[in-house]
């Protein structure tokens, strides 16, 4: 098992020590930043494997900092923070965080959360695309998009497309069910695991993510319902 390095950003100096105190009893590596603007540096030199990430910081605020890591990276993020609001929750899931957890919060339950998460992103990190149906060859293709399974790459309208880890696995689940009409709710077990409890507001944000890197994809949405990719009228 992989030496994890956890960081965690939280202008607290108490909040941080009692989290790496807890997470090092555990086993885990752990670095305590005050701000984003030092968070952003250890992402840029040394990125650790894991973000706990306060919103409200001095300067840049958790929520832009988030935002900035899932641009490059699918690393678990936990977001933290004194107001126990369904709109933060919903804006962290949306920007990309992975957990929320609320102020005060108990030392033991954020381990728990973290090795859950960090469990989860092993288990897909590591998952063995040798494993799949040999039907599926060694590429899934549906009109202008394939996908290389052995590489994990994907190509769109001839051009390579960089995708984080859940971006794929998502593209991976349509595009092998073309014309099928995934729930939110079922994409939510597919790509986040079963174990998932945010809101299904996440799916619609990682959809528009993808759509915004490739113009055109045919990826269907259907009112009250999901998501489905299309084949009717694309060009095989």
């Known amino acids: 098992m992989k030496d994890y390095l956890i960081a965690i950003v939280d202008d607290d100096q108490n909040i941080r020590e ?11 590596r752990t670095i305590g930043l005050g701000s984003a603007e030092e968070a952003l540096e250890l992402w840029k030199s040394s990125p650790p494997d894991m973000w706990v990430l306060d919103i409200m910081l001095p300067g840049m605020d958790g929520y832009e900092l988030c935002k900035r890591i899932r641009q490059d990276a699918e690393v678990p993020i936990i977001m933290i923070s004194a107001r126990d609001n369904e709109v933060d929750k919903i804006l962290g899931l949306e920007l990309g965080s992975d957990d929320y957890l609320v ?5 033991r339950e954020l381990v728990a959360r973290v090795k859950r998460q960090l469990q989860r992103w092993y288990r897909v990190n590591n998952t063995d695309d040798s494993s799949q149906d ?14 290389i399974l052995d590489e994990r790459r ?18 991976k689940v349509l595009a092998e069910h073309p014309n099928r009409a995934f729930t939110r709710d079922e994409v939510l077990t597919l790509v986040w695991g079963e174990d998932y409890f945010g809101s299904d507001r996440a799916v619609d944000h990682l959809i528009k ?16 319902h999901g998501y489905r990719m299309r084949t009717e009228g694309v060009e095989q």
Request: net charge neutral.
């Open 154 to 171: 994907v190509i769109w309208c001839g051009e390579e497309v960089e995708v984080t880890l859940k971006e794929y696995a998502l593209l």
């Open 103 to 107: 102020k005060p919060f108990s030392p």
């Open 18 to 28: 009692l989290v790496e105190a807890f997470l090092n009893k555990d086993h885990y």
């Open 134 to 147: 040999t039907s599926l060859a060694q590429r899934l293709v549906v009109g202008q998009l394939q996908l």
């Open 209 to 224: 993510r993808i759509r915004k890197k490739m113009d055109n994809l045919p990826i269907e949405s259907i009112w009250g």
